[in-house]
């Protein structure tokens, strides 16, 4: 037997320790079992790798690799119709099963990877085709790739020089928006979610009515504002009126239709009302594409009322915005947009950009800056070497701007313009699909009205109140149905559709289309898995 010396041996070991960490790379590569991180990474903590140790490219890239592969595993569960949408467990149940204990020492970078598996595992699948739950659904992989891309970026959207790139995109995306509703130019802004873009509609509404509101307060405003928005609109209209110091109850609720579209004659009647008490109406909030039920207030008739009065006109068109791609769908539905003076408009809902990506647009130019401007020193200095409009900061009422264009500059690359047409068609063709379906089974579903957009409103009846005559008695059970069935889906983990009361109706479901995944089979399976699990439901 030969000898070994001592650097024979430790060259013996190296190779040794190579081969093992290659053959747990490999099979970590292969698709064996669940992404693993080598032991020599996986036993590392924080401090060995990036930025912490510059000589640690190789194990920096090997961990992030890892939690690439756990990333897409969920992209492939989520597109697997096989896969459930969740596991559901109670919230106390939930807190057991997780480990989510901060400790005082730290945890290796295998704990970490663990930890990013089990956030996805019991996290439910918004992008799953079987998921009808909520406005924003879907898994984009173009805005996910976006995203990603912005997170590695990692930076903030106050001004140019930290974010000359993005900036730019922000300009050129808003401004392609702002054509879409029909103005040659104007403001827009992105925003932390529609609420928000509400807000910041609101805000610029009474600064262009009261421009001394910003250095004098309230008392630059002869008498109480009124603001008027349907019964129908979403609550962040409402909160408006409590955050800016009017008081709820000078939000005054306009009644809408059978269909859940504001009543024009009805929204005049009560701008009199309070012009005649000495009150100032001075802002008309009009939705296009109500939460609940999808409905589009009547724009036309509603500038004319707000040019009679000299009232702002602000169009929430979060949820129906997307609606403007479609040559279609648009007409009769947004008809009128070009006359508002405010628009929000949220590319994370009907786009199908990832959360959260909201926008707001005036056709002002100008009216941000001048009405938020605080002129921070330290931020926005006006001897910069570039022109100082480009740091878009100053337009806000928050500091630190999230970027959220890269997702949807992305996207819009990558779908066209017709693309995003093509999505708009596909999820009302959808949507009537949906509503054939349902007057195709009239002894299981009762299709509560006709949408107008992707909300499909109706109601699932167990064998128990199958050949009963529809009346206001029938329908007070068929709301506590929706609560139970509702129940058996969580259970379950199948589908996910949502359900609400209005002021009209008890319980009702509301189920959205909003989601590229879904298709017509999946639709058809959404009704035969509300009646597997619903038709022996009991209420009293
Ligand atoms: N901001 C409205 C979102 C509500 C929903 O997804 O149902």
Redesign the pocket.
């Known amino acids: 037997m030969s000898k070994l010396t001592l650097d024979g041996f430790f060259s013996y070991c190296k190779q040794i320790a190579e081969h093992i960490q290659l053959g747990e790379r490999m099979a970590s590569l292969s698709g064996q079992g669940t992404p693993k991180l080598t032991s020599a990474v996986g036993n590392l903590y924080y401090d060995s790798i990036l930025p912490y140790r510059e000589d640690a490219n190789a194990q920096t890239r090997e961990f992030l690799a890892r939690v690439v592969d756990v990333l897409l595993d969920y992209v492939q569960q989520v597109n697997d119709r096989n896969e459930k949408i969740l596991e559901f467990k109670m919230p106390e149940e939930m807190q057991k099963t997780l480990d989510l204990a901060l400790h005082d020492e730290p945890l290796p970078l295998k704990q970490l990877l663990e930890d990013c598996k089990s956030a996805l595992k019991h996290q439910v699948k918004t992008g799953h085709p079987h998921f009808f ?4 659904c879907g898994l984009d992989i173009i805005s996910l790739a976006g995203e990603w891309l912005t997170a590695a970026a990692n930076t903030n959207m106050f001004t140019y020089e930290i974010a000359p790139v993005f900036i730019l995109m922000e300009n050129v995306v808003l401004e392609k928006m702002r054509s879409m509703i029909g103005w040659k130019t104007g403001d827009s802004i992105l925003a932390p ?3 928000v873009s509400n807000l910041y509609a609101f805000l610029a509404a009474r600064h262009h009515k009261f421009p001394q509101y910003k250095e004098k307060g309230l008392t630059s405003i002869p008498g109480h504002l009124v603001m008027y928005t349907s019964d129908q609109c ?1 609550y ?1 209209v409402k909160s408006c009126a409590s955050v800016c110091g009017l008081g709820t109850d000078y939000c005054i609720c306009v009644p809408s239709d059978e269909h859940g579209r504001m009543i024009p004659s009805e929204l005049e009647r009560l701008v009199r009302y309070h012009k005649d008490r000495g009150n100032v109406p001075f802002f008309v909030n009009a939705t296009s594409g109500t ?1 609940v039920l999808g409905a589009f207030d009547p724009l036309m008739e509603i500038a004319d009322i707000c040019q009679k009065y000299d009232m702002w006109m602000h169009v929430d068109a ?2 129906g915005g997307g609606l403007l791609f479609s040559k279609k769908y648009r007409h009769p539905r947004l008809t009128g947009i070009e006359r508002a003076d405010s628009v929000t408009w949220n590319p994370h ?1 009907l786009m199908g950009t990832l959360l959260q990506c909201s926008t707001v647009h005036f056709k002002y130019e100008g009216i941000l800056l001048s009405c938020n401007a605080m002129s921070a020193e330290y931020l926005f200095m006006t001897d910069k070497i570039y022109d100082p409009r480009y740091d878009t900061g100053d337009k806000v009422i928050q500091c630190g701007r999230h970027n959220d264009i890269f997702k949807l500059w992305l996207q819009w690359r990558g779908k066209g313009t017709s693309g995003f047409e093509r999505h708009m068609d596909r999820l009302m063709e959808l949507s009537e699909y949906m509503v054939r379906r349902i007057k195709e089974q009239p002894d299981k579903f009762y299709l509560i009205l006709e949408p107008e957009m992707v909300n499909v409103s109706f109601w699932y009846l167990p064998k128990q109140l199958r050949n009963l005559p529809h009346d206001s008695n029938k329908e007070i059970k068929l709301g506590k149905v929706c609560a139970k069935l509702k129940g058996k889906m969580m259970q379950a983990g199948t589908i996910m559709v ?1 359900y609400q009361p209005d002021d009209r109706r008890p319980n009702f479901f509301r189920n ?1 289309i909003s989601s590229a995944a879904v298709t017509e089979k999946d639709i058809d399976f959404l009704l035969s898995e509300m009646d597997r699990l619903g038709q022996d439901i009991i209420v009293d």
């Open positions: 739950n909520q406005l924003s979610g529609g609420s979403h962040s939460t979060a949820w809902k949502g959205i």
